[in-house]
Every structure is written in structure tokens, then in C-alpha cells.
């Protein structure tokens, strides 16, 4: 481990000098972890289409599991994530991000070898474990190697990241497709994977909370059952388009008692997977509703957008990328200066701008029909990139720094939880009004159609993809069902903005009700104060 002096940091620093001078360096190793992890999924949105083609193009994947292979991914993800910034803050965060990066190339390098959806849905499950390992670990180390003055403006290039891996990811996918097999998008993590294990060996330093909890797994497992069974209930559902439906109620109202179950066990732990106490901060817990709110909102947005520019619009999948470059583009140039406008009008007033903006653009997809110019698309893009940058930097800085520097860990894992959890739900929830939307537009179109077998005319209903596949197979008698499964999927996407709206506009009022205001503190008992070098060495 690194020195404890504080030579050439600043007054009062608890960042040893040789971390401190190379504390930007270390942080580009931090954004290759992020990159690897959100590249996995901006990538398999591209690649949907591909892997729902009939063997061997892809895996003759059905919406359903296209959307769990997803959600393996982030459910997993989440409920571990706990455990995950507990083990960090106990054994060490850099062994800790070694071992999820390792794991998570793992699960890439199975991924792209899979034979069926089920077992691309299998590894999907271990690529979420590895991820749930290494992304508290990025943040929980940015916090302990960058002083509360420069933490906003690491944690918004950090963000920025996700920015920048969004803009690779889809191009990557692209471009990958277009020369080699669909498993090629996820064999691409492996040199990132490489390339990121041995900078973190030579850079990265390691820190450990010196008081830390115990593992909690009966919490563990209380959360990935709960979530499991919630969103298995809610995709269950929309493939029915019956959410009265015996299991469907079973399965939610289960998801739901087992979580309302894991909340009372933890306020009674004595070593909880999560401190519920953190949430009577009213900072904390605003920036923690904001970030599940507008990643609802975003992931079922992006969720279905692939399928309107691939499958209405009939773009290539690396056309398809490209089009979703200015959503990036606007977080790399904005999320680095939020602090600057945070600064000037308070996070409160930004972030609900931020929200308002991006419910603006959610409401904006309203436009687009099967011929509208797509340059519209690409200012709504822009916009709600623009819209995000203003809300993930001020809102992940407010709840790192709402916690105490030694529990980065369980903070940064609160932070994933939420937004993955939100993800997850958003793609669930408005993956299943999606379905259902478009199952009922679809449904008098495909029941004209003479010779059509009941289970054929089911499966064809699913999704535009499948009526589109039916279509196909027609030939010539089967391009009447091509206009009207497109207009379907068009009414059934603006039925599914317009709630990515409306949840973006709750995320406003949450943030506007409860984020502090210009001058407001959320900070945690020990903000940065000055401390003797025994102190600061003990809170490595």
C-alpha cells in the first residue's frame, strides 16, 4: 500500500502524495473498468436484432428472452452489489475490482460461444457478477484518491465514461456485426478486460474501510429472490398482455413480500447488507430516487429504439449505432462541467432542469412515425444526453459525498443498486407495455390473415420482429402485414414514451422536493476536514 505522508497534497489532505500525483492517471484506469461494463450492454442493444434472427444468424431469441438476457444480467448485477461494496470496503477494493474484472471476461469469452438463449441468459448471469464486483470498487476508489474539492470533477468525467461507452458500444456492435458473428460482440470485452487488469496491477492503490461490516447473505439472498420474482411477474405479464393473471399476481405480489421481508431484516441486522439509516439524509435519498428514475425511464426508451430505427426504419446495425451518437456525444461534452453550472444555480435547480429536459425528449419520440426525417431523432438525442449530463455528475457527487469517506464502498453500491435496479424495472415495465401495446395493435391484422396457424399467429404477435420474420416466410402475401406491424410498433412506442415521460417528470419532483438547494450541505460527518497523518493513514 501507499505511503501515508501527505507531502505535495493539499493542506489537510488524506490522500497520501503518491496517490495524489497520480490520481488522473489512476482515474482513466477507473473509466476502463466502466467502459468494459457499460459497453457489454450498449453493445447487446444493437445486437438484439441479430441475435432474435433464426439459427445461424442469431439465436431465434423471442422478445421475452431478449429482455432476460438483459435483465440476468443487471438483476445480478444489483442484488449482489451490496455484498459486493461490503467486501470492497472489508478485504480491499482493488482485489476486489481484480477479481470482478477477471470473472466478467469470463462471462464474455462463454457469452460469445453460447448455443441457444438459454444459455446466453446463463452467461449473462456471470458477466453480472463479475460487474457487480467492479463497479462500486471505481467509485469507492475515486473517492479515496481525489479530495472533496475535486471529486465532482472526477466523478463528472466518470460519468462521462458512460457517455463515451455508449457512443462506442453501438458502433462497435455495428461494425462487428457487419464483418463476424453476433458472439463477437461480447468477445470484444476480452482485450479491454486484459488491457485494464494489468494497468489497475501497476496503478491502482488499494483501500479498505478500517471498521468494516460483515457479509449479510440472508439480505443477499432476500433481494435477488425479491427482484427476481418482481420483474419475472412484470415481463410475465406483458408477454400475456394480462397483468390480472394468477401468475403474473403471484409472482409480483411474492417479488414484493420478499423485499418488503429483506427492508425489516436489514433494519434489524446488526450487519446489514445495506444501512437503511443512510436514507434519513434527505440528499442521499433524493439522489438515489433521481438515479432510479431516470434510468427507468432511459433503458425502456433505449430498449425499444434499436427495433425502431433496425426494424421500422430498416437501418443496419452499425447505422443503428451511429444514430445514437449524439446521445453520447452531448454527455462528453456536458457531464465534465456540470459542476460548473451546479456551482453557480445549486444541484437542485440543475438536476431538475436535467430531469425536465429529458422528460421533454421522452415526450419528443412522440414525433417520429415510419417517414419522419431523421434528424429529428437526432435532436431529441442530443437534448436528452444533455439532459442526463446535468443529472448523473451533481446527483452520484451528492451521495458519495452524503456517506463517510470509509464507506465509499456501500455508498457506490447504493448508487449501482438503484440504478440498475431502475434499468431493470425500466426495461420490464415499459418492455411490457411495449408488448402489449403492440400485441393489440397487431392483433386484427394478423387475424385476416387466411391459413395462419393459432400458434403462429401468437408467437408472429409477440414483437415487430416476429411479425416481420412471419412475413418473411409469406413471401409475396406476406408483405400486406409489413405497413401495419410497423405503424403498430410506432403507436405502441409512443404509448411507451409518453410513461418514460411521466416517469422522468416524478424524478423532477422527487429532486425539486427533497435535493438540497444552492449553498444546502448533504456532507457526511467527515467532509474533508483536516486530519493528522495517523488519521488519515487509518482511514485507508
Known amino acids: 500500500m501507499a505511503t501515508s505522508t501527505t507531502q505535495g497534497a493539499p493542506d489537510g489532505s488524506g490522500v497520501p502524495a503518491e496517490i495524489h500525483r497520480r490520481r488522473w492517471a489512476i482515474l482513466v484506469v477507473l473509466m476502463f473498468s466502466v467502459l468494459v461494463v457499460v459497453l457489454d450492454n450498449s453493445i447487446l442493444n444493437v445486437a438484439m436484432k441479430t441475435i432474435a434472427s433464426p439459427k445461424p444468424t442469431g439465436l431465434g431469441a423471442t422478445q ?68 457487480a464486483f467492479v463497479m462500486p470498487a471505481t467509485l469507492a476508489i475515486l473517492v479515496n484518491v481525489f479530495e472533496r474539492e475535486e471529486q465532482a470533477k472526477a466523478i463528472g468525467i466518470w460519468v462521462a465514461a458512460v457517455g463515451l461507452a455508449i457512443a462506442i458500444g453501438p458502433i462497435t456492435g455495428g461494425l462487428l456485426l457487419e464483418h463476424f458473428w453476433w458472439g ?144 453520447a456525444v452531448a454527455q462528453l ?61 451533481p446527483v452520484t457527487t451528492a451521495i458519495m459525498q452524503a456517506l463517510p469517506r470509509q464507506k465509499a464502498g456501500s455508498g457506490s453500491a447504493l448508487n449501482n443498486t438503484f440504478r440498475q435496479v431502475g434499468g431493470a424495472l425500466g426495461v420490464a415495465v415499459l418492455g411490457s407495455v411495449l408488448s402489449a401495446a403492440y400485441r393489440d395493435g397487431i392483433r386484427d391484422t394478423l387475424a385476416a390473415v387466411p391459413g395462419l396457424p393459432d400458434s403462429v399467429r401468437r408467437s408472429a404477435g409477440e414483437s415487430v420482429e ?23 410498433f410506432v403507436h405502441a412506442m409512443h404509448i411507451t414514451a409518453l410513461g418514460s415521460a411521466g416517469v422522468a417528470v416524478l424524478g423532477a419532483l422527487v429532486v425539486l422536493a427533497f435535493l438540497p438547494g444552492k449553498g444546502a450541505s448533504g456532507q457526511a460527518p467527515d467532509d474533508g476536514r483536516p486530519r493528522s497523518r495517523e488519521e488519515a493513514s487509518a482511514h485507508r
Not at 427482484?227 to 417479488?255: C, E, H, M, N, R
Not at 414484493?256 to 421481508?261: D, F, G, K, Q, R
Open 64 to 131: 421475452s428472452q431478449l429482455e432476460w438476457a438483459i435483465n440476468s444480467y443487471t438483476l445480478v448485477f444489483a442484488g449482489l452489489l451490496f455484498t459486493a461494496g461490503i467486501l470492497g470496503d472489508r478485504i480491499g477494493r482493488k482485489k476486489v475490482l481484480l477479481g470482478g474484472m477477471a470473472v466478467f471476461g469470463m462471462g464474455s469469452v462463454l457469452a460469445a460461444f453460447s448455443g441457444s438463449p438459454g444459455e446466453l441468459i446463463g452467461f449473462r448471469v456471470l458477466m453480472g457478477l463479475g460487474a
Open 184 to 327: 463477437s460482440v461480447f468477445f470484444v470485452n476480452v482485450p479491454v478486460v486484459i488491457v485494464g487488469l494489468i494497468a489497475m496491477v501497476m496503478l491502482v492503490p488499494d483501500s479498505r474501510d478500517p471498521a468494516p461490516g460483515r457479509v449479510d447473505p440472508l439480505g443477499v439472498l432476500l433481494s435477488v429472490v425479491g427482484l427476481v420474482l418482481l420483474v419475472y411477474g412484470i415481463i410475465k405479464g406483458g408477454q400475456l398482455a394480462d397483468f390480472t393473471d394468477a401468475q403474473v399476481l403471484a409472482s409480483i405480489g411474492g417479488g414484493l413480500a420478499v423485499l418488503a421481508l429483506f427492508v425489516l431484516h436489514e433494519k434489524r441486522s446488526d450487519h446489514p447488507a445495506i444501512d437503511v439509516g443512510y436514507f434519513r439524509n434527505p440528499a442521499f435519498s433524493a439522489a438515489i430516487a433521481a438515479v432510479a428514475l431516470v434510468f427507468f425511464a432511459l433503458m425502456g426508451v433505449t430498449f425499444f429504439m434499436v427495433f425502431y430505427t433496425q426494424s421500422v426504419r430498416g437501418y443496419s446495425a452499425l447505422q443503428s449505432g451511429l444514430l445514437i451518437l449524439p446521445l
Open 333 to 393: 461534452i456536458f457531464a465534465p462541467r456540470a459542476r460548473l453550472v451546479v456551482e453557480r444555480f445549486g444541484a437542485r435547480a440543475v438536476c431538475t432542469c436535467g430531469m425536465l429536459l429529458v422528460a421533454a425528449t421522452m415526450s419528443g419520440f412522440l414525433l417520429l412515425g415510419v417517414d419522419t426525417p431523421i434528424i429529428v431523432l437526432e435532436v431529441l438525442f442530443f437534448c436528452q444526453g444533455a439532459g442526463m449530463a446535468h443529472i448523473m455528475p
Open 466 to 488: 416476429a411479425t416481420l420474420g412471419v412475413a418473411e416466410k409469406l413471401g409475396p402475401k406476406g408483405q400486406a402485414l409489413v405497413g401495419p406491424a410497423q405503424d403498430a
